[in-house]
């Protein structure tokens, strides 16, 4: 049973750092794209960044520049390196499990097959 689990998540003041990571289990992590989202209260759960199986990354514009995901397959982890914070980045992040395509692109959440449970980033003002 894949199972996904974030940390990493917490209360920042604008302008700083945080880096989440996501430890995966039950399947053999090498083989397969991740990516990470996020929701907002009251909004859908939106893309923020993919990474495939050789390594190959897509970020959302609305983060480029100031967000890096990664991964570690000797770890089986995958992480979210976010500078810059904004309060409007406010939301519970997931990571999410891409079993069906390598593509490099793709933002959808319907389109991923495992999810963790998530983790609360909060960026004040």
């Known amino acids: 049973q894949v199972q996904l689990v974030e940390s990493g998540g917490g209360l920042v003041q604008a302008g700083e750092s945080l880096r989440l990571s996501c430890a995966v289990s039950?399947?053999?992590?090498?083989?397969?794209?991740m990516a990470w989202f996020r929701q907002a209260p009251g909004k859908e759960r939106e893309f923020v960044a993919r990474?495939?199986?050789?390594?190959?990354?897509y970020h959302a514009n609305s983060v480029r520049g100031r967000f890096t995901i990664s991964r570690d397959n000797a770890l089986n982890a995958v992480y979210l390196q976010m500078n810059s914070l904004k309060p409007e980045e406010t939301a519970v992040y997931y990571c999410a499990d891409d079993l069906t395509t390598n593509r490099i692109v793709v933002t959808v959440a319907s389109d991923y097959d495992y999810w963790g449970q998530g983790t609360q980033v909060t960026v004040f003002s």
């Open positions: 990474i495939t199986r050789g390594g190959s990354t």
């Open positions: 039950g399947r053999s992590f090498s083989t397969y794209a």
